[in-house]
């Protein structure tokens, strides 16, 4: 077998500290202050829905209430997601593309410092004397001007949005410039894993899109400190030119999770690369283009032709959902958590896609625009789509990042209680939006009809909430009472597989011959040298 | 031969062919400075176009600038950097610097020094033979 080297440099073997600029140390950092962060946003989210449960005001006061909303909507999506779709990358990339590093380790480190900083700039907005930003997660104008939220605590909040955005667009580019600049030898670009693909078209987005909404914080600042009256159809345009990548943003490095879990708990290559990749490529470019339907109730936008696009967005997502699916056909499926959790993501997402479509039909827009149906819309994507990915990815990388497995039994019960979570909380909002229940209220009519519905979603975020306390145990137990995963637990198909666990500072001692999509099965069939 | 460049300008390509598409229908249902069809008033119709004819450009100059670049190897590069303190000092002054916009201009001018001390161990950590 044949071998290429990779020469770490003397000195290099410096520990995975809080200061490293190793790319692993630098993303399991910012996992983990993702992970702080989602358990805030979590909170948040558990006294919404405990304030929502029946009629009546019984936790905060309604300016408390609008701030509960807007921080818990503002951090899964700013402080979350976002860099957490990014940190994947961060950590995986140079592994997948036989990289020893990152290209600009430092500016990564810089971009997780800028990111906690805005995080906790967003949150120290509760100690002003007005409390923290209360405009939604959206901050439009004029609602966000200072006629309607005074106190810094919303500047705060502005400049900590920028700040965390300008965090992941630094990311993104160092990310993107990697896989550009900095593959080994043989890894031509059709040689990507799936993952690393959608890393790219994920990353290209950012840098492309992402600038606009750190524009629209300028814009609301200007509005609230200069006198500027910004036009209100400005700042949707630049928002919303920001805020619908970002959905997808938040979806494609979950597809490249479970892209990588399913060929490899299926024990077949991955079916129908090239289309793949196309169907990225397309995908993203609507991804792009269908902002405009964020607009169709103000009736100031080009309706036909973003509803068009939005629509044709299930076309190029069909051929994704047929790949995977196709993967797994015919296969010796093993049903282990991480599988559990990408088909789960399949299924869960693809109730989202399919209300996406209904949203994106402007007369039934206008009916459902700011109701609980958008609620359960986007949180069928954000939550049960994103989450269902990351937890694949979590599970089958555990191993690969700290050389232990986490508990099956465990990480079936996180498993279960997460899809009876999900659905118990979010299904019900549907009905509660086609009823006429309208988003970002603090109260409604005890006649109305919605209490047993409201009743329901705040018992299932309960079931949520002790997932994710099933989780934290899970990786409590499995870190201090370690079984040894080996290198290569689930005989996976790329890159990181045929290095040890976990990888070394450089990442390789020595590099396989790269000749397809799939060195580390490859390396495995080839056989002992 | 290596040819990633080809990736971010084929992407950038297709953004303006949708950008393009936008243009016309634009185009086609303009009238002045707002274009009106059916019940429907696009305000400012030049804009959500040139947002996205923006983004094209930028991912084909992307392109450009990738073929203008070597591309690099893969190994060899340091896998850890002295540097990563004032990295995150200067990081830790760009955020008390930008924080002064909600809390005034004397933190401002704290974050700037702090950054400016940051900066000042970066080029020092880079000076400095491993």
């Keep these: ?34 992970g702080a962060f989602f358990l805030a946003g979590g909170v948040l989210a558990l006294l919404v829905r405990s304030e929502l449960a029946v009629p009546g005001m019984q936790i905060v006061s309604h300016q408390g209430y609008d701030q509960l909303f807007t921080m818990h909507g503002s951090t899964m999506v700013y402080l979350v997601v976002q860099p957490l779709a990014v940190a994947l990358g961060v950590y995986l990339v140079p592994l997948q593309i036989g990289a020893a590093n990152l290209i600009a380790p430092r500016t990564a480190l810089f ?5 906690a900083g805005g995080g906790a700039l967003m949150y120290l907005g509760f100690l002003t004397h007005d409390g923290a930003g209360s405009a939604g997660w959206t901050a439009f104008l004029p609602l966000s001007s200072d006629r309607f939220v005074q106190g810094s ?32 030898p043989g890894m031509t670009m059709l040689r990507l894993s799936p993952f690393c693909w959608t890393q790219v078209v994920t990353c290209l987005m950012v840098v492309f899109a992402f600038p606009a909404v750190i524009a629209a914080m300028g814009l609301v600042y200007a509005d609230r400190h200069f006198g500027a009256h910004v036009d209100p159809i400005w700042y949707l345009q630049l928002f919303w030119y920001y ?22 708990l299926s024990r077949k290559r991955f079916f129908g690369y090239r289309p793949f990749v196309l169907s990225l490529m397309v995908f993203t470019t609507l991804s792009m283009s269908v902002w405009g339907h964020h607009l169709f109730t103000t009736g100031r936008s080009a309706n036909e032709y973003f509803a068009a696009t939005s629509t044709a967005l299930a076309i190029v997502a069909g051929v994704e959902y047929f790949d995977l699916i196709a993967t797994m056909w015919g296969g010796s499926l093993l049903l282990r958590t991480p599988l559990l959790f990408a088909v789960a993501f399949l299924l869960q997402f693809l109730i989202g896609g399919l209300t996406g479509v209904i949203v994106a039909s402007p007369p039934l827009d206008y009916s459902l625009n700011d109701t609980y149906f958008v609620v359960a819309h986007f949180h069928y994507t954000l939550f049960a789509g994103s989450m269902f990915g990351l937890f694949a990815g979590v599970y089958f990388w555990f191993p690969k990042v700290t050389g232990v497995q986490l508990r099956e039994g465990l990480g079936q019960i996180h498993f279960w209680l997460l899809v009876a979570g999900t ?68 005989e996976g198909h790329s890159l990181e597989w045929a290095t040890t666990s976990p990888p070394p500072p450089g990442n390789f001692d020595r590099l396989p011959p790269i000749r397809s999509s799939t060195p580390a099965l490859d390396l495995r069939r080839a056989g002992p040298a | 031969m290596r040819r990633s460049w080809i990736w971010p300008a084929a992407w950038g390509a297709l953004l303006a062919l949708s950008s393009a598409g936008l243009w016309g229908y634009t185009a086609l249902s303009s009238s002045g400075a707002e274009s009106c069809r059916v019940s429907v008033c696009i305000g400012k119709p030049w804009l959500a176009p040139a947002l996205l004819t923006a983004s094209a450009a930028g991912a084909v100059l992307l392109g450009c600038a990738i073929l203008l670049l070597r591309e690099g ?14 990295v995150a000092l200067t990081a830790v002054g760009a955020v008390v610097a930008a924080a002064g916009g909600a809390v005034g201009i004397w933190m401002t001018w704290v974050g700037i020094g702090v950054a400016a001390v940051g900066l000042a161990g970066i080029l020092a950590a880079r000076r400095r033979p491993r």
């Design chain 1, 111 to 115: 971009a997780v410092w800028i990111l």
């Design chain 1, 153 to 184: 605590g919303m500047d705060m909040w502005i400049v900590g949005v920028a700040l965390a955005n300008l965090a992941v667009i630094i990311l993104a580019a160092v990310v993107l410039l990697t896989i550009l600049l900095r593959r080994a």
């Design chain 1, 423 to 490: 659905n118990l909380t979010f299904m019900p909002m549907f009905v509660l939006g086609y009823d006429g229940m309208v988003r970002r209220v603090a109260d409604y009519p005890s006649d109305a009809g919605f209490t047993g519905m409201n009743e329901l979603a705040t018992a299932g975020s309960g079931v949520i909430a002790a997932s994710m306390l099933v989780f934290l145990a899970n990786v409590a137990v499995s870190l201090r009472w370690r079984r040894a995963a080996g290198d290569d637990p689930w």
């Design chain 2, 73 to 86: 190897r893969a190994t060899g590069a340091a896998a850890d950097s002295p540097a990563g303190p004032a």
């Design chain 1, 243 to 264: 805020g619908h990548p970002a959905v997808y943003v938040m979806f494609f490095p979950f597809v490249g999770c479970v892209a990588e879990v399913i060929p490899a």
């Design chain 1, 1 to 34: 077998m044949t071998t290429a080297a990779v020469e770490p440099r003397a000195g290099e073997r410096a520990p995975l500290g809080a200061l490293s600029t190793d790319h692993k140390a630098v993303a399991i950092r910012l996992g983990w202050l993702c």
